[in-house]
C-alpha cells in the first residue's frame, strides 16, 4: 500500500518559469511533510517541510503548499534554475516532534529544468 | 559541522554472505535511521535507533538487523544475502526530538552477485 504517492514520473520546465511538483497521501495521520531533492549516487538532501498545522511553507525559492482536506502538497519552485534538475522526493511522518521519526517516501518525481 | 558519513561506499558480495555498514551521525544527533533504495521500491525504512535502543522497525526480514553505539554512531548487518539485497542503503541522522528533518549521508552501493 503506498500511503505518499508521485504520480509524475518527471517534469521538463524551462529556466525562469516555476516548477509545480505534486505530492498525495492516504494516511490522515501523517502530521509532517518534507520534500527532498537526490542527485544520483547521493543521499537524499533537504530542502523544505511543513506541519499539518501550517498550509504554507516559504524558504527562498522554494514553497511547499498542504491542502489536507484533499490530503494533497506540492513543491513550488520559482524561478527554476538548471541546478535544480534531479529527483525530488515527498516524505512524510507521523508523530511531529515526538518520539520517533520513520519517514515515508513517495516514488520520486524526475525535474528537468532546461536551458 | 560535519554531515552524515557512511563507510564503505561501494560492497560486491556474494549471496549468502554476510555485510556489515557504518554510520557515524552528525556531532550531537542521538537518532540514526536507515533507508533502503531500489529502482522498483523506491525508499523504504528499515529501522530507527535513540541512544542505544530500537524505537521503530520497518517491514524487512530478520536477516536485516542494526545497532547503535554509546557514541550514537550505527551499523547495520545484513546476513545471508541475497540478490534483491542489492541497493543503496542510506542513514540519516536526526537531533531526535523536536521537528523532523532528517539528515541523510551519501549512502552504501551494494551489490549481491
Known amino acids: 500500500d503506498q500511503q505518499v504517492k508521485q504520480n509524475s514520473p518527471s517534469l521538463s520546465v524551462q529556466e525562469g518559469r516555476i516548477s509545480i511538483l505534486n505530492c498525495d497521501y492516504t494516511n490522515s495521520m501523517f502530521d509532517y511533510f518534507l520534500w527532498y531533492k537526490k542527485y544520483p549516487a547521493e543521499g537524499p538532501t533537504f530542502l523544505i517541510s511543513?506541519?499539518?498545522?501550517?498550509d504554507k511553507n516559504e524558504d527562498g525559492r522554494f514553497t511547499v503548499f498542504l491542502n489536507k482536506s484533499a490530503k494533497h502538497l506540492s513543491l513550488h519552485i520559482v524561478p527554476s534554475q538548471p541546478g535544480d534538475s534531479a529527483v525530488y522526493f515527498c516524505a512524510a511522518s507521523q508523530n511531529y516532534g515526538g518520539a520517533t521519526n520513520k519517514l515515508i517516501f513517495g516514488t520520486g518525481t524526475l525535474l528537468a529544468v532546461q536551458p | 559541522k560535519a554531515g552524515v558519513t557512511q563507510t564503505p561506499r561501494y560492497l560486491i558480495k556474494t549471496r549468502g554472505q554476510q555485510v556489515t555498514l557504518s554510520c557515524s551521525p552528525i556531532?550531537?544527533?542521538?537518532?540514526v535511521s536507515w533507508y533502503q533504495q531500489t529502482p522498483g521500491q523506491g525508499l523504504q525504512f528499515l529501522f530507527e535507533y535513540f541512544s542505544e535502543t530500537q524505537r521503530n522497525k520497518g517491514n524487512f526480514p530478520g536477516r536485516f538487523s542494526g545497532r547503535q553505539f554509546s557514541n550514537s554512531r550505527s551499523e547495520m548487518n545484513v546476513s545471508t544475502l541475497e540478490l534483491g539485497d542489492s541497493a543503496l542503503y542510506l542513514c540519516?541522522?536526526?537531533?531526535?526530538?523536536?521537528?523532523?528533518?532528517?539528515?541523510f549521508g551519501p549512502g552504501t552501493r551494494l551489490t549481491v552477485l
Open positions: 511543513i506541519s499539518s498545522i501550517k
Open positions: 540519516a541522522s536526526w537531533a531526535g526530538s523536536g521537528v523532523n528533518e532528517q539528515f
Open positions: 556531532s550531537g544527533h542521538r537518532s
